[in-house]
């Protein structure tokens, strides 16, 4: 699960970098949006971001690591990710941490290393970011169109209005509000707010069909329902043909999500999803298969879809 929240920050982070920059480091420029890879002689390390940017004329480096909850070494993990960036591009990196939710004590800075009598041999300074402790008022008066999805992250973020106004406020973005929405199916996780999320998305496909998450989906159900409808040359048959695509594309996607982070469920997966017909079902088990932190919790998902045809 944490994988999935952070793959879905960092496609956040990387739509807009210099709305992060200037959100976070307002003195900055933004000097490339490519991310710089950071290698040693032995690995590659793979931080969040780690992008150029200018402050006052003089190189350096902006560098933000997206936690899902608090836990322990992360600081030294951000020294480590600072000391090595430093070395590798020899000028001063600024480093933060923006955790998404809850859940244990934050390693807050600065980070010191020394022995207890005597003087300090290390001392870090980077930032953190604790999402649920900052309003979601505060980040959207920022006005920023990369700083909107993480509203929903926020201080009181986690309700209906917020996300409509969020979907609202980003409408002239199809990429963007694609991943708003994808990042919504996360954090909304009772079923009411499911159905309700399934609804909106319904409203908003013309806005969301272009963006990369949603493309694939529509585009496999559109053109494969299309192709049958016009087959059978009727429009109530190319109507049905469509729903008939859109099903099969929808189950195509669970299938990935199944394959990427359970694959020994795959199987299963196939024989419950093939005898499913119901497309508002299919994209609520989607969701759930995303948001499933265990094995065990996807295949209770998987095999209680016969039930609740």
Known sequence: MSKIWDD?????FAARPQDFVSWLLPFATLVSPTPLELKTLTRTVNADALYEVLIDGHKALFHVEFQRRPEAGMADRIWEYNVLA??????????????????????????????????????????????WEVPFEVL?????????????????????????AVFEDLAHDKDLLGLALML?????????????????IVMLEDLVSDSPFYQRILRKGEEQGMRKGEEQGMRKGKEQGMREGEEKGMREAILDV????????????????????????LRRTNMRIIMAESRQEAEQVLLGLQSQQ
């Open 184 to 200: 919504a199916t996360i954090v909304f996780d009772r079923e009411a707010d499911q159905e309700w999320l399934e609804r909106k």
């Open 8 to 12: 879905m920050l960092k496609r956040i």
């Open 258 to 281: 199944v394959q990427m982070r359970f694959p020994d469920l795959v199987e299963v997966a196939k024989q419950q999803l093939s005898r499913i017909q119901d497309l508002s079902l």
């Open 86 to 131: 430093t070395l590798a591009y020899g000028c001063p990196v600024y480093s933060f941490v923006i955790y998404l939710a809850p859940g244990g004590k934050v390693p807050g800075p600065p980070l010191t290393k020394g022995l207890p009598e005597r003087e300090q041999i290390h001392n870090f300074r980077f930032w953190d970011i604790k999402l």
């Open 140 to 164: 959207r008066r920022v006005r920023m169109s990369g700083i909107l999805p993480l509203c929903l992250l926020a201080q009181g973020g986690n309700q209906r209005h917020v996300a409509e």
